[in-house]
Each structure stands twice: as C-alpha cells, then as structure tokens.
C-alpha cells in the first residue's frame, strides 16, 4: 500500500498478424524454432499462429532508437511472443525479479551471436532493469537491450507558474498526441494551462504548446526557466540598482519589465511573443508536492 503501482512498458504500439500472412511479405525466413513455439502457444488457445508487430513507437520513449515500426517481436528475456499478453508477462517478470530502483534508458542494438541466448542483464538496484528484446528486422533475427519505462498513476508533483503560464513536464499523453517531428523539437516544459487575466492571457497566448526559449535562453526543464528568469533580474539589477537588493526586490522601473518567449504547439508551429510581467499581481510560483500528498508553494524571486 505504500509503495505506487508501476508498470514497465515498452512505450509501443503493436499489432496482431497471422504468421502465414507474415511469413509471405517478410524479406527473409521466420526462425523455425520461433515458429514453432508461436504455433503450440496459439494452437493451446484454439487459435490460428499470429506475431506482434511494432506499429508505432513513442517519441522520446523506452523504445525510440532502438525498435523499428515492423519490427517482429519474437522474445522478451527468453520468453516467446505471441500476444500482448506475452508482452505484458514477460516485462513484469524481469521486473518483479529484479525491482529496479531508478528509471532510465539505455539502448544497445547487436547482431544475434550464433551460439548465445538471450539473458535479461539488470545493471543493479540502483540502475533501470535492461530486458533483451529480439526482434526479426529486414530478414534478420536482432537483439535490442531496452530499459523500459515504468509506468504508474502518479500526477505530476511540480507546477511552475510564471506571467500567468502554468507550466509543468510534458505528460506522456501529449508525447502520444503529437507526431515524432514535433516531439523531438519540443523540450520538457509544457504550458498546461493560462490564469485568466494575466500578462499571458493579455497577449492571446494557447495553453497546450511547449516552451522552447525565455530571454533568447534554451528551455528544457522547469529549473532553466528559474535559470532564465534570475539571469534577466541580475542582468537587470547590475545595470541600475543599489547592492543588497533581492531579486524580489525588483526597482519600480523594472516591475512591468517584458520578457520575450518561443513556443511551439503540438502541431510543430512556432510562435515568438513577448509578456509583460507583473510581479505584483501574478508572481512567480514554483508549486511541488512533499510527502503526504500536500503542496508546498515557493516564491523564487524572479
């Protein structure tokens, strides 16, 4: 009960395909041994011999790099697929058995050895679980070295509120929505929502986009916007301000001081404003949840 329910996954989409239908379009011959293991796991349940296929991969995920779409799956750490069940079993296997206590992703593609198995490596507790993933790829039998992401019901734990943008990490869903191309493009900041009334919402800006630039300063997480933002003050500070003052303590000529932004939205469109801050009525917030589920709100002073 005290621990959050995680899931590994892949970060793929798959498709079911019969075997005879695959077996006519591939560019070389199925691993018997593979075809067999397929057919008495299908014929048990009283089905025709199927394969899962990679249809589509994640952008930024567990598998981007590494897997294909067409990639045949035909293990995972030993275990023959056949279904998304397999799928399913096997990653939670590798990872029941070895509890990995950190996420990550490393990626590795080799030519399957002649004589070697497949063995699942974990690189310790405190690394992400590595599975062995085999694949049939342009008439070959491939092994790909996966980390899978692991998957859970938690929210985000850090809003970051700046002019009236709520900003927070891009969700998983969103990397799902949009197309590879703008995925790639985008950082790890995303505008969630605006505060009506304030300086954002005053310039017509559309939540659901990422933040790529603040002050000509490159976006990639929620800490290089407090990065931006603190530069611009002392910039700001040293080129006409007293010592001692904090960045809170913004002089009066500088309080609706503009800020110039890039954004991209989902549909890979770029868009370059600029805001008038107003540290007055809508200052910045850094919001972050603390144990026992309460949100603890911390003014930065920028």
């Given at each position: 009960?005290?621990?959050?329910?995680?899931?590994?996954?892949l970060?793929?989409e798959?498709a079911?395909?019969?075997?005879?239908?695959?077996?006519?379009?591939a560019a070389?011959s199925?691993?018997r041994?593979w075809l067999?293991?397929?057919?008495?796991?299908?014929g048990r349940?009283?089905?025709?011999a199927r394969?899962?296929r990679?249809h589509r991969?994640?952008?930024k995920?567990?598998s981007?790099?590494?897997l294909q779409?067409?990639?045949v799956?035909?293990s995972?750490?030993?275990r023959?697929?056949?279904?998304?069940l397999?799928i399913?079993?096997?990653?939670?296997?590798?990872f029941n058995?070895?509890k990995?206590a950190q996420h990550?992703?490393?990626?590795?593609?080799?030519?399957?050895p002649?004589?070697?198995?497949?063995a699942?490596?974990?690189?310790?507790?405190?690394s992400?679980?590595q599975?062995?993933?085999?694949?049939f790829?342009?008439?070959?039998?491939?092994d790909?070295?996966?980390?899978p992401?692991?998957?859970?019901?938690e929210?985000d734990?850090?809003?970051?509120i700046w002019?009236?943008?709520?900003?927070?990490r891009?969700?998983?869903c969103?990397?799902?929505r949009?197309?590879?191309?703008v995925?790639?493009l985008?950082?790890d900041?995303?505008v969630q929502?605006?505060l009506s009334?304030?300086p954002a919402?005053?310039r017509?800006l559309?939540?659901?986009?990422?933040l790529l630039e603040?002050?000509?300063?490159s976006?990639s997480?929620?800490d290089?916007?407090?990065a931006?933002?603190r530069?611009?003050?002392?910039s700001s500070?040293?080129?006409?301000s007293?010592?001692?003052t904090t960045?809170e303590?913004v002089?009066s000529?500088?309080?609706?001081s503009w800020?110039?932004i890039?954004?991209v939205?989902?549909y890979g469109?770029?868009h370059?404003?600029a805001?008038?801050c107003?540290?007055?009525?809508?200052?910045?917030l850094?919001l972050?949840r603390?144990?026992?589920?309460?949100?603890?709100c911390e003014q930065p002073?920028?």
């Amino acid at each position: 009960p005290d621990e959050s329910l995680q899931v590994p996954s892949l970060d793929v989409e798959v498709a079911s395909v019969d075997v005879a239908t695959l077996a006519r379009g591939a560019a070389g011959s199925l691993p018997r041994a593979w075809l067999r293991a397929v057919g008495q796991n299908c014929g048990r349940q009283g089905q025709v011999a199927r394969a899962m296929r990679v249809h589509r991969i994640l952008p930024k995920g567990a598998s981007d790099g590494s897997l294909q779409p067409g990639d045949v799956l035909l293990s995972i750490a030993g275990r023959t697929i056949s279904s998304a069940l397999d799928i399913e079993t096997a990653l939670l296997a590798q990872f029941n058995a070895a509890k990995p206590a950190q996420h990550g992703v490393q990626h590795g593609v080799k030519k399957r050895p002649a004589s070697h198995g497949i063995a699942a490596t974990f690189a310790g507790q405190q690394s992400a679980c590595q599975v062995m993933v085999r694949v049939f790829r342009d008439g070959e039998e491939l092994d790909v070295c996966i980390a899978p992401a692991l998957l859970s019901s938690e929210d985000d734990s850090r809003l970051l509120i700046w002019a009236g943008l709520v900003l927070r990490r891009t969700p998983r869903c969103i990397l799902e929505r949009c197309g590879p191309t703008v995925a790639h493009l985008a950082g790890d900041v995303f505008v969630q929502n605006l505060l009506s009334g304030s300086p954002a919402d005053a310039r017509d800006l559309a939540p659901h986009c990422f933040l790529l630039e603040l002050h000509g300063q490159s976006i990639s997480t929620l800490d290089d916007v407090i990065a931006a933002l603190r530069s611009q003050q002392e910039s700001s500070l040293s080129n006409g301000s007293s010592g001692g003052t904090t960045l809170e303590q913004v002089p009066s000529d500088q309080e609706r001081s503009w800020a110039r932004i890039r954004v991209v939205d989902l549909y890979g469109q770029e868009h370059v404003c600029a805001l008038q801050c107003d540290p007055l009525f809508f200052p910045t917030l850094d919001l972050q949840r603390v144990d026992g589920g309460r949100w603890r709100c911390e003014q930065p002073g920028c």
